[in-house]
C-alpha cells in the first residue's frame, strides 16, 4: 500500500502496527503467502485492503498525512478490486445459467422428434429408419446392424470410410432382398474400427419426446419413447 512500503527499522516496525491492527500478517500483506502454516489465507480479499486503509489513516503521522493523491489512487484499487470480484460472481452465474435448460425450455421438446444416444428405434410411418454414428476418431470401416423385435438380423448398412465426427444412416425399411420389413421395435447396433483398430462409435437414434419430468431443484429431464429419461442436454438434433 503506498505510504508504508519504507524498509527502515522504524518504518518496518510501523508498518506491523499497522497489519496487526488490521488483523492481517505482514507476512500475507508483503509476500502474498502467510508465514504461519495453519493460515489457508494467501492473497488480500477487498475486506483486508480496507481494513489496511483505516489502520494506515490511524497510524499516520499527523505532521506529515497521507497525500490526498495516494488516497484517491488507493481508493480507485479498491473499487477495481470490488468490480473485479463481482464480475467474476456475474460470470459464473451466467455460465451456470448457459448450462442448464429451463422447465419452459424442456417443455418445448415435447411432441418433437430428437436424435440422441440409444439404440432402440421406432419406424417411421413410410417404414424404416433414421439414425446416426457418432465416431470419435477416424474409421476405415463403419458399419450399422439393425435387428427386429424377434432378435433377427433384418439389414446390415456399410457406411465405409469416415472421418471423426457424426454419419447420417437413412434404412427405407427393406431388407436385402428388397421385401418391406414390419416388425419394429428395432435394436440398432454400430461398428467401427480403424484398420486393425476398433474405434469406439455411439449409436444416435431419432425418438419422440413424449413428456418432460419436471421436479424441484433439479434440471428437467425429457421422456423419450424408447428410451427412457434422457437429459436436455444430451439432445444432438430436433425436428
Same mark, same amino acid.
Given at each position: ?124 410411418? #413410410? /417404414?424404416?429408419?433414421?439414425?446416426? !454414428? +457418432?465416431?470419435? &476418431?477416424?474409421? @476405415?470401416? $463403419?458399419?450399422? *446392424? ?36 414390419? #416388425? /419394429?421395435?428395432?435394436?440398432?447396433? !454400430? +461398428?467401427?474400427? &480403424?484398420?486393425? @483398430?476398433? $474405434?469406439?462409435? *455411439? ?37
Amino acid at each position: 500500500m503506498t505510504g508504508i512500503t519504507s524498509t527502515s527499522a522504524a518504518d518496518k516496525a510501523a508498518q506491523d502496527a499497522i497489519f496487526s491492527a488490521a488483523g492481517v500478517a505482514r507476512s500475507n500483506a508483503v509476500t502474498g503467502k502467510s508465514a504461519d502454516p495453519t493460515v489457508g489465507k494467501s492473497q488480500l480479499g477487498q475486506k483486508d485492503f480496507v481494513r489496511l486503509m483505516t489502520a494506515q489513516l490511524q497510524y499516520q503521522d499527523p505532521f506529515n498525512p497521507q497525500d490526498n493523491t495516494q488516497m484517491v489512487a488507493q481508493m480507485a484499487t479498491f473499487s477495481q478490486v470490488a468490480g473485479i470480484t463481482e464480475m467474476s460472481s456475474t460470470l459464473q452465474g451466467i455460465a451456470a445459467r448457459l448450462g442448464t435448460t429451463t422447465s419452459s425450455e424442456a417443455m418445448g421438446f415435447v411432441g418433437r422428434t430428437v436424435l440422441t444416444e440409444g439404440k432402440t428405434a421406432y419406424e417411421r410411418t #413410410n /417404414g424404416g429408419i433414421m439414425g446416426a !454414428v +457418432e465416431l470419435p &476418431n477416424s474409421a @476405415t470401416d $463403419v458399419d450399422v *446392424t439393425i435387428t427386429d423385435k424377434n432378435g433377427l438380423a433384418v439389414k446390415n448398412i456399410q457406411l465405409g470410410k469416415h472421418d471423426a465426427g457424426t454419419i447420417d444412416y437413412n434404412w427405407d425399411g427393406k431388407d436385402d432382398g428388397g421385401n418391406k420389413v414390419e #416388425n /419394429g421395435p428395432y435394436t440398432v447396433t !454400430v +461398428e467401427a474400427a &480403424n484398420g486393425s @483398430t476398433i $474405434v469406439p462409435a *455411439t449409436s444416435l437414434v431419432w425418438a419422440p419426446v413424449e413428456t418432460v419430468g419436471l421436479s424441484a431443484g433439479s434440471e428437467p429431464v425429457l421422456n423419450v419413447t424408447g428410451l427412457g429419461t434422457v437429459a436436455p442436454s444430451a439432445i444432438r438434433k430436433v425436428a
